[in-house]
């Protein structure tokens, strides 16, 4: 069984940082593609980063420069570093794992206060 555990979400102020984790139980990371989503109140679901099972990565122009995807494979857990952050990165982050299927965690609040 499949699981992604987020953790790291919370509240900061505009300009801070915060870690995003996502540990994988029952999955590979390092073989398949992975990815961070936000879902804002009302918005739809959207691509914050991904990185592929070769390690290339692809970010959309509102977090380049500010965000980081990256993996370990021996804790088998992905992260999403964000600095600089902005009120307008106030989500629900998700992190994903597409194998056959796709494989969604739980979701953590982030809240940027300006």
């Known amino acids: 069984q499949v699981q992604l555990v987020e953790s790291g979400g919370g509240l900061v102020q505009a300009g801070g940082s915060l870690r995003l984790s996502c540990l994988a139980s029952?999955?590979?990371?390092?073989?398949?593609?992975i990815g961070w989503y936000r879902q804002a109140p009302g918005k739809q679901r959207e691509l914050v980063a991904t990185i592929s099972s070769r390690g290339s990565t692809n970010y959309p122009d509102s977090v380049k420069g500010r965000f980081t995807i990256s993996r370990d494979n021996a804790k088998n857990t992905m992260y999403l570093q964000m600095n600089s952050l902005k009120p307008e990165d106030t989500a629900v982050y998700y992190c994903?794992?597409?194998?056959?299927?796709?494989?969604w965690g739980q979701g953590t609040q982030v809240t940027v206060s300006s």
């Open positions: 994903k794992v597409t194998s056959w299927t796709n494989y």
């Open positions: 029952g999955i590979t990371l390092s073989r398949n593609a």
